[in-house]
């Protein structure tokens, strides 16, 4: 199977490696459940502007912007796309990405659920020109399975949360297994320049299956997506 390691750009390939082994081993062991007992997949129903909602197997979750020390958020990063269960640096496709969601303000309160996509660009490009291809008003498109040549101009849902011992992250994600009627549309695209930055105001609409385990020997379904809303704001310079 086609296999996917996420990385920021400061990543080298053997932490990937060493990584990917320890969430391996990781899911075999009694502590996930502990870690998912743990975690908070929950709605206070406060929105802001800027939020993501949604049906998690008909169960609220919901974060926003602003509440709660939560804040949005984006950054660059770099998708390393291998075949295979190990990395085959000599067959590893990139991909430059743009990650963005509603996550905790605090680093170290990583065991805080959050709620990200990651848009995958065919080129290497910058926030501006990313934000500029990814979005329009009408259908886009979600990755859901592992495919090299089909990862580009596409987005990954993923929701993610650090056990609280934090040894490790656990993250479910769209492109982790195939699909059952996915469905990511764009319903609002608004793009204003003022003075020396370009503002966006976005809003999406989601359903999607999330799978956990990125190897044939610990991928399962998790959950379930349903109304799925993220609303955020990009503010970035021209």
């Known amino acids: 199977m086609k296999k996917i390691l996420i990385f920021s750009l400061f990543l080298i390939a053997i932490l990937g490696c060493k990584k990917d082994n320890e969430a391996e081993e990781f899911f075999r062991t009694p502590a996930l459940v502990e870690c998912y007992s743990n975690s908070k997949f929950d709605c206070d129903g406060t929105l802001g502007e800027e939020y993501f909602s949604c049906q998690l197997d008909g169960k609220d979750f919901c974060r926003s912007a602003g509440s709660n ?23 590893a496709i990139g991909r430059y990405c743009l990650e963005f969601g509603i996550r905790h303000t605090e680093m170290a309160k990583d065991e805080e659920p959050k709620l990200v996509f990651n848009y995958l660009s065919p080129n290497p490009a910058t926030p501006r020109e990313m934000l500029d291809n990814a979005f329009k008003v009408g259908p886009l498109r979600l990755r859901d399975r592992y495919n090299p040549a089909d990862t580009a101009d596409v987005f990954d849902l993923r929701v993610a949360f650090r056990c609280e ?34 503002m966006y105001d976005i809003t999406l609409k989601f359903e999607c299956d999330l799978w956990r385990g990125s190897h044939p020997d610990t991928q399962k379904l998790w959950r379930r997506v349903e109304n799925g809303v993220l609303a955020m704001r990009f503010v970035v310079n021209k």
């Open 165 to 198: 011992n934090g040894t490790i992250d656990a993250g479910f994600e769209s492109g982790f297994g195939a699909q059952r009627n996915p469905y990511l549309e764009c319903i609002r695209y608004e793009r204003v320049e003022v003075d020396d930055v370009i």
């Open 69 to 91: 020390d939560y804040v949005s958020y984006y950054r660059p990063t770099l998708i390393v796309i291998t075949n295979g269960p190990t990395l085959e640096l000599s067959q």
